[in-house]
């Protein structure tokens, strides 16, 4: 199952082994966060270890292992319920093989009342917050302004080395975003399955709701670049000049420091705050907005095209409004009867939301934590890539074709081959070919899986039949927007054309990257997400309407006229008069 979310393009061999450490990390930690043994940990190990696959480039869950390690989380949840959350209708098998011998959720909920505390300690323990995991994130903060504060290129391979394994040591320490997204979804599941219970007519509007409003850390770059876009659009005669300019000019005009004080002042506040912010983030070989401003001024020319610039501190009153109207609707529905058993049940969904929001708040928190993380690692690696560079034994970006293990056993004399430009040289032009190939979602693999020893499932393989979609959620707004589609593969086309005014923006999955330009469209259409996924949960802060699940989305192409119908959860393709109006 394809890892849309966290890798949305074909990723480089460094990353693919850097993930593959943090996601063995991920999971590790996530059964320590819920009392697994260690002889569990080393059963489970090679499992762990066998998490990701890739396969042209593109990295997928290999879902027999994922079963193996969600099998040892200890049977105190709903573990159906949450891998479906967590990876999808595609994962209907895998939950279906998860073995549960425990209670629901429900019946610890329930159980608050009258029963022994070691049950409430069971729920503490699921939901309760870890102080333990919250002061070694705050640590890693501290750190984080340490590592930034050294010049890398001034160090010796041997110490660049050491900063890596300190680096991936954080990884083993952190507990917390394994415990926080397993909450998350358990929450939102449980939230779910309570209003379904009194028999809502849209149970997924009132929750997502009940969800958005949050002071979102992701929200706070975007913010500074309207505000940006504001300070230029009033002076004239800079947003003429800005307007009018390229981007290649706009870069030079920035590094000449040609721009006046206010300005770069902001914009350096920026680069100070999120400089290390880009799209698809977690890329190692990817820079972030500080080193690669291009893709910020792309995002600045975008707003000033508006008729009217974006204005953030309306989107989130909004927001605030909607979420007010969802939670009177809730003390409706469940204050109906005024029974004790209602008030109970009041009691528990207030409850539940609450940890709800708290951890999709901490989950945005740590997402900016591993992206930075993720920063620090790409840089290091850039550092010793100019380092081997100088001693003429590969180019400075050939380290990205080259694994972690392989550098560091060159550095340190374990290397199988002194020959590792070959061998990056020969990964590079394989993965130079990745971009071009399609992939799916999901594969069904068998046998020696590189020998063609897969197939993409059969839901993947397209269809010819008009793209109309029925998804399984959509932002708290009930419109029906119409407008020309602007179909977008991978962030860096945003600045290219391919989104007009007031367009739809389409794409085949989540990235996080996209959000910067969620204030310009009327609406977001996803062929793959989850509705708790970043950008989808970004996108609902916005106020506009978001379509995740829309598997056969890629075919439109821009332009196509498309109407979202947000109160029904659907996706049409409005026919045309013009000769090549629809497809």
């Known amino acids: ?138 640590e890693f903060k501290k750190k984080y302004q340490q590592y930034r504060a050294l010049d890398f290129d001034e160090l010796s391979l041997t110490e660049l080395t050491r900063i890596y394994r300190q680096l991936e040591g954080q990884l083993e320490q952190w507990r917390m975003p394994a415990k926080t997204e397993y909450c998350l979804k358990l ?63 706009l870069v030079a005009w920035w590094a000449e420091r040609a721009a006046p004080y206010d300005l770069e002042r902001e914009m350096g506040r920026l680069f100070y705050l999120y400089g290390e912010r880009r799209p698809n983030e977690l890329e190692l070989a990817k820079t972030g907005l500080k080193q690669e401003p291009r893709l910020l001024f792309g995002i600045i020319k975008r707003y000033l095209a508006q008729e009217k610039l974006p204005d953030m501190s309306k989107r989130r009153q909004q927001a605030l409004d909607r979420r007010k109207r969802a939670e009177k609707e809730v003390r409706e529905l469940f204050g109906a009867s005024r029974s004790h058993w209602a008030l109970r049940e009041i009691t528990i969904f207030e409850w539940l939301l609450q940890k709800t929001r708290a951890n999709i708040f901490s989950r945005d928190e740590q997402r900016l934590s591993l992206a930075r993380l993720n920063g620090l690692v790409g840089d290091v690696f850039r550092a010793i890539g100019r380092k081997l560079e100088e001693k003429n034994i590969i180019c400075a970006n050939d380290c990205f074709y080259l694994s972690v293990d392989e550098i560091l056993a ?24 990745f971009p071009k190939r399609n992939i799916s979602s999901r594969l069904n693999t068998f046998g020696l899986i590189y020998g063609n020893g897969w197939q993409a499932n059969k839901i993947e393989k397209g269809s010819q039949e008009q793209p109309t979609e029925e998804v399984r959620d959509f932002a708290a707004q009930a419109d029906s927007i119409k407008g020309a589609a602007g179909s977008v593969l991978r962030v860096s086309e945003c600045g290219k054309g391919w989104l007009s005014d007031n367009d739809i923006l389409v794409s085949r999955r989540a990235d996080p990257g996209l959000a910067y330009f969620y204030p310009t469209v009327k609406a977001l ?57 629809s497809k």
């Open 187 to 249: 929450g939102y599941s449980q939230l779910l399955k309570m209003v379904r219970h009194k028999k809502h007519n849209n149970p997924q509007r009132l929750v997502a709701s009940l969800l958005v409003g949050e002071k979102l850390e992701s929200l706070e770059p975007i913010k500074i670049i309207s505000h940006i876009a504001h300070k230029i659009s009033e002076d004239k005669k800079l947003s003429l000049f800005v307007e009018e300019a390229s981007i290649d000019e």
């Open 525 to 581: 259409v996803f062929a793959r997400g989850t509705a708790l996924s970043h950008a989808v949960v970004i996108g609902r802060e916005f106020g506009i309407p978001v379509l995740w699940g829309a598997k056969r989305a890629h075919m439109l192409e821009g332009g196509n006229s498309v109407e979202v119908d947000g109160a029904n959860g659907l996706l049409r393709l409005i026919e045309s008069d013009e000769p090549n109006g």
């Open 410 to 433: 060159f550095i340190e004399g374990r290397a199988l081959t002194a020959n590792i430009g070959a061998v990056a040289s020969i990964r590079r032009d394989e993965f130079e070919d």
């Open 1 to 138: 199952h394809v890892i849309g979310d966290w890798y949305p393009q074909a990723t480089t061999p460094l990353t693919f082994s850097f993930a593959q450490k943090m996601v063995a990390s991920h999971y590790r930690n996530l059964l320590r966060a819920f009392g697994a043994q260690e002889d569990a940990l080393f059963q489970c190990r090679h499992d762990l270890k066998g998490l990701l696959g890739r396969i042209d480039g593109h990295l997928y869950y290999n879902l027999a292992s994922l079963k193996a390690v969600m099998d040892k989380v200890p049977p105190i949840t709903d573990k159906d319920a949450i891998i479906n959350e967590l990876f999808g209708e595609l994962a209907k098998e895998l939950s279906s093989q998860t073995t549960d011998h425990g209670p629901k959720l429900m019946g610890y909920l329930k159980s608050l009342w009258g029963k022994s505390t070691h049950q409430v300690r069971s729920l503490y323990k699921i939901f309760g917050s870890d102080t333990a995991a919250t002061c070694h994130q705050g």
